[in-house]
């Protein structure tokens, strides 16, 4: 089955700077990947997505880089601020389980210090 | 609503009773997702629904949890004479068709079993 990890449980920043976080998947046949961002009693927010035909997507403020070879996924956060402060989750799919639904990771938590 | 709406959003209940949590997804929208999120850790998948194919149950822990979907819109997970360690928040979410991208999360019904 799919397993999903991340390196990081907490990464702390200062405001301004650029925020990486990481995520290591086990399946090869993972075939759609995405970054969710969870504030203090909410659910999870859709942040970016991204097809394994695609090594890189940009969206506001943020990027998501795809290893396939090292089956690895990255986010990366542009000029961090206060309202980054969450958990960030990786989500990923594998398409020769046939099934849609999506196999979280734990989470890394993102502390933006002002 | 314009929102993946669940209730209650806090439930404290005593070992060995039954709960149902309820979640309303967004109108038109045919996939609708149950997950589990224990205290600082990832989002465990326990089942989903498509439209009206039979769901995918494979998520799910024990015989004592069981969800069914209403008319293709409203959801309602049961869990059976509940035990500590069913202690989590219960997050819905739901999309259109199959597309997994456009997962909308509710705030999540946090059970507490006592």
């Known amino acids: 089955g799919e397993s999903v990890g991340l390196h990081l449980p907490t990464l702390s920043v200062q405001e301004g700077d650029n925020s990486i976080i990481n995520c290591a998947y086990s399946n090869s046949a993972s075939d759609y990947f995405i970054w969710y961002k969870q504030e203090s009693g909410k659910g999870p927010q859709f942040i970016i997505d991204?097809?394994?035909?695609?090594d890189k997507r940009q969206g506001q403020r943020v990027t998501v880089l795809l290893n396939k070879t090292v089956k690895h996924l990255s986010l990366q956060i542009a000029a961090t601020q206060p309202g980054d402060s969450a958990v960030y989750f990786c989500?990923?799919?594998?398409?020769?389980?046939?099934?849609?639904?999506?196999?979280f990771g734990s989470g890394t938590r993102l502390q933006v210090q002002p | 609503g314009a929102g993946v709406s669940q209730s209650p959003s806090n439930k404290v209940t005593e070992k060995g009773k039954d709960v149902e949590l309820r979640c309303d997804p967004i109108s038109g929208h045919t996939a609708l997702y149950w997950y589990r999120q224990s205290l600082g850790q990832g989002l465990e998948f326990l089942i989903y629904f498509q439209g009206n194919s039979a769901p995918d149950k494979s998520g799910l822990p024990s015989d004592r949890f069981s969800a069914e979907r209403t008319g293709g819109s409203v959801s309602t997970l049961t869990i059976q004479r509940t035990q500590q360690e069913d202690s989590a928040v219960y997050l819905c979410?739901?999309?259109?068709?199959?597309?997994?991208?456009?997962?909308?999360f509710g705030s999540g019904t946090r059970l507490t079993v006592v």
């Open positions: 989500a990923v799919r594998g398409m020769d389980t046939g099934r849609r639904a999506l196999t």
């Open positions: 991204i097809r394994s035909n695609m």
């Open positions: 979410a739901s999309s259109p068709a199959d597309r997994v991208g456009g997962y909308t």
